[in-house]
């Protein structure tokens, strides 16, 4: 059991995080780097969600009093750097204005309440989801079976990403086995059809898969990799705000992919 004071420290929070993640029992690639990435002196008076970390967020977090910023995608995608230009830029500014940063990549992804995947399916009303498509030992994907017609399906995605969908639609008119994987899911269409699926929603996609979708006779939906990956980062900072009874703001700031 998890005990914690009237303000929660910064060691709480993240203690409480990581367990409800399960980020050391998530294997992940290594430039993710999931959990702490930066400490701050320990206190949390609000939290900030965001689905990438860079000068702008970290500006706005700054500017609306956010002391625990998490995002999907962390500092160190580059990998091994010099501490110089925009990483240095970014740290200077979470230090001075005492800004703690945690990531959570692929254990967000595949949370199967607050998950981007499960979260995205929920608002689309898919019922009776299974996971599928194995990476680095964890199943990161959501099925659902259908029917369901392809134009209400299509325009639920829209609404519930509040933006374009670009549809490649040769697949049935009625899908009947529909998946998703959000983010930049789109190279691995020939595992999904592996898995039997004629409707394949994620958020980017190489332009060969396109002619994949076609070969293969699938629906393909692109939403956008920000869009679909906004969800799971939402619905983390929301419940800690309930648990540990924090106020906290989404810092919205599409990167337009």
């Given at each position: 059991m ?10 709480e929070?993240?203690e ?7 980020v050391e ?13 930066i ?9 900030g ?6 000068t702008?967020?970290?500006t706005?977090?700054?500017?609306r009093n956010?002391d ?7 500092l160190?995608?580059?990998?091994l750097?010099?501490?110089?230009g925009?990483?240095?830029r970014q ?5 001075e ?10 254990p967000l ?5 607050i998950g981007n ?7 689309l009303?898919?019922k ?5 498509l ?10 659902a ?7 209400v399906?299509?325009r ?6 509040r933006?374009?969908?670009?549809a490649?639609?040769f ?9 998703i994987i ?14 039997k699926i004629d ?8 332009h ?7 070969e ?6 692109l ?9 799971g ?5 929301a419940?800690?705000?309930?648990k540990f ?13």
């Open positions: 998890f005990r914690f004071a009237l303000m929660p420290t910064l060691s929070l993240v409480y995080t990581n367990d409800y993640l399960r029992e998530i294997e992940d690639w290594p430039n993710a780097l999931n959990g702490l990435q400490e701050n002196s320990g206190k949390v008076t609000k939290i969600a965001a689905v990438d970390v860079s702008r967020v970290l706005a977090a700054a500017k956010v625990l910023l998490i995002v999907h995608h962390g160190f995608w580059a990998g750097q010099s501490v110089t925009a990483l240095r740290l200077k500014l979470a230090f204005s005492d800004i703690a940063v945690y990531s959570a990549h692929l992804d595949v949370h199967p309440k995947n499960a979260q995205l399916g929920s608002a009303g898919l009776s989801t299974k996971r599928f194995k990476e680095k030992g964890e199943s990161i994907g959501l099925k079976k259908g029917p369901v017609l392809r134009t399906l299509i639920k995605l829209r609404g519930a990403l933006g374009p969908v670009k490649f639609n697949g049935p008119r009625e899908p009947r086995r529909v998946g959000t983010g930049a899911a789109g190279s691995e269409i020939y595992r999904v059809a592996e898995a409707t394949f929603i994620t958020g980017e996609a190489p060969w898969a396109a002619i994949a979708a076609e293969l006779g699938m629906n393909l939906l939403g956008g990799h920000y869009a679909t990956e906004s969800f980062v939402k619905a983390l900072a419940h800690l705000s309930s009874q924090l106020p906290f703001e989404f810092l919205d700031f599409p990167t337009g992919l």
